[in-house]
C-alpha cells in the first residue's frame, strides 16, 4: 500500500513571493509522482510528473519539483507566485505493478489550498 | 478532441433515489476509473478498469458499481443514494504504456444527496 501526505493544508503567501508545497510518500514499489492543480469549480489539470531521470522536473504555469528518493518528497515550487495560482494543488502517485506498467490507479494527497495575497 | 466527458455536471438526488454517471473518452485509452473528492481527503479511487469487461474496486467501492461494455465508456452506478455519497466525482482514463502516460480527468460531477 502506498501513501501521500500533504503537509500543509493550507499555505497563504503574497505576490511575487516564492512558494513551496510539501508532499511526502511512502510505497514499498518504485512510484511515478504527481502535481495536479485543480481551480475553483473545475477538474484537475496536470502541472507535472515525475517518471525517472532528472530529478528536477519543470512544470507548466513556472512551476517545478524535485524528487528525492531518500526523504520520499516530491516538494512543489515556484519563485515568485502570481494571484491566478491562487487554487488546490494535489500531490499523487502511482505504483509500478509487475512488469513495470502503471494501471493509471493514482493515490492522492489530502490538498494543499494556495491562496496568493495581492 | 472531447478528451474525458462527464455527464450530469450537477445533480441532486434524494435518499434512496438510484443514478448513472457517464463517462466517456474518444482517446482510445484501456484505463479508466472512478474518483470521489471529498473536503480534506483529496481524492479517492472508487472502482477501475483495464480494458472492456474487466474492472476492479479502488479504495472505497461500497455503494457503487460500474461496468465497462465498450473502450469508450465506464459508467459509475449508485443504485440506492446516501447523503454519505454527497461528493465530486471525477472520471478518469489513460493508454497502456509502460512510459506513465498522463491521467486524463473530467470536468467533474456534482453530486449532492438530500
Known amino acids: 500500500a502506498q501513501s501521500v501526505t500533504q503537509l500543509d493544508s493550507q499555505v497563504p503567501v503574497f505576490e511575487e513571493a516564492p512558494v513551496e508545497l510539501r508532499c511526502n510518500y511512502s510505497?514499498?514499489?518504485?512510484?511515478?509522482l504527481f502535481w495536479y492543480v485543480q481551480y475553483p469549480n473545475q477538474g484537475l489539470q496536470l502541472l507535472l510528473k515525475?517518471?525517472?531521470?532528472?530529478?528536477l522536473v519543470k512544470g507548466i504555469n513556472g512551476f517545478e519539483a524535485e524528487f528525492n528518493k531518500s526523504q520520499t518528497s516530491f516538494h512543489l515550487r515556484k519563485p515568485s507566485v502570481h494571484i491566478s495560482d491562487t487554487a488546490e494543488y494535489f500531490c499523487?502517485?502511482?505504483?509500478?505493478?509487475?512488469?513495470?506498467?502503471?494501471?493509471?490507479?493514482?493515490?492522492f494527497g489530502q490538498g494543499t489550498i494556495l491562496t496568493v495575497h495581492p | 478532441n472531447a478528451g474525458v466527458t462527464q455527464t450530469p455536471k450537477f445533480q441532486v438526488l434524494k435518499t434512496g433515489q438510484s443514478m448513472t454517471l457517464q463517462c466517456a473518452q474518444d482517446?482510445?485509452?484501456?484505463?479508466m476509473s472512478w474518483y470521489r473528492q471529498d473536503p480534506g481527503m483529496g481524492l479517492r479511487l472508487i472502482h477501475y478498469?483495464?480494458?472492456?469487461?474487466?474492472?476492479d474496486q479502488g479504495e472505497v467501492p461500497n455503494g457503487y458499481n460500474v461496468s465497462r461494455s465498450t473502450t469508450e465508456d465506464f459508467p459509475l452506478r449508485l443504485l440506492s443514494a446516501a447523503p454519505s455519497q454527497t461528493s465530486v466525482y471525477f472520471c478518469?482514463?489513460?493508454?497502456?504504456?509502460?512510459?506513465?502516460?498522463?491521467?486524463?480527468f473530467g470536468e467533474g460531477s456534482w453530486l449532492t444527496v438530500v
Open positions: 478518469a482514463s489513460r493508454t497502456d504504456s509502460h512510459s506513465g502516460n498522463t491521467i486524463y
Open positions: 478498469s483495464v480494458g472492456a469487461g474487466i474492472t
Open positions: 499523487a502517485v502511482s505504483d509500478l505493478n509487475a512488469g513495470g506498467t502503471s494501471y493509471g490507479k493514482l493515490t
Open positions: 482517446m482510445n485509452h484501456e484505463y
Open positions: 510505497s514499498s514499489v518504485s512510484v511515478y
Open positions: 515525475y517518471l525517472s531521470g532528472s530529478t
